[in-house]
């Protein structure tokens, strides 16, 4: 599958990044207690398809729960662009809502029950 460079960045624009990934997104809209709270739209990629560009040192980290996860916000503006998922520890969940619009042909977005995720994880792996 072809991918393009995407790039994106948090609301005030601290912290930037880019991702490897086709110009039509297949994202996750996740129904766990943190997903529903910030309306975060999952492009889940691995490791080398991710970086990102500048801001690292904007970032602040928050885990909950088993810990796996390693949530990141920008300490600026607060918004989380992409984090370590617990789904997907050794690669990036990145926030499509987040990923400047130039490069993207469109978006299929997918609904995950994640308030019940033990049950429904083998869906998303």
């Known amino acids: ?4 460079t ?4 948090c609301h005030c624009g601290a912290v930037r990044f880019e991702v490897q990934a086709p110009a039509t997104l297949d994202v996750t809209s996740c129904t766990c207690s943190i997903c529903a709270a910030t309306g975060f739209l999952h492009l889940i990629v691995k490791a080398d398809a991710f970086c990102i560009t500048s801001g690292e040192d904007n970032l602040t980290e928050y885990r909950f729960n088993t ?5 990141m916000f920008c300490k600026t503006c607060g918004v989380k662009a992409f984090y370590v998922p617990r789904s997907h520890p050794d690669g990036w969940s990145v926030n499509a809502r987040c990923v400047d619009k130039s490069t993207l042909d469109g978006m299929t977005v997918t609904d ?9 994880i083998d869906q998303i792996t």
């Open 1 to 4: 599958m072809e991918t393009v």
């Open 6 to 9: 995407h790039r994106g960045k």
């Open 67 to 71: 810990g796996t996860a390693r949530h």
């Open 112 to 120: 995950f029950n994640g308030a019940n995720w033990e049950a429904s």
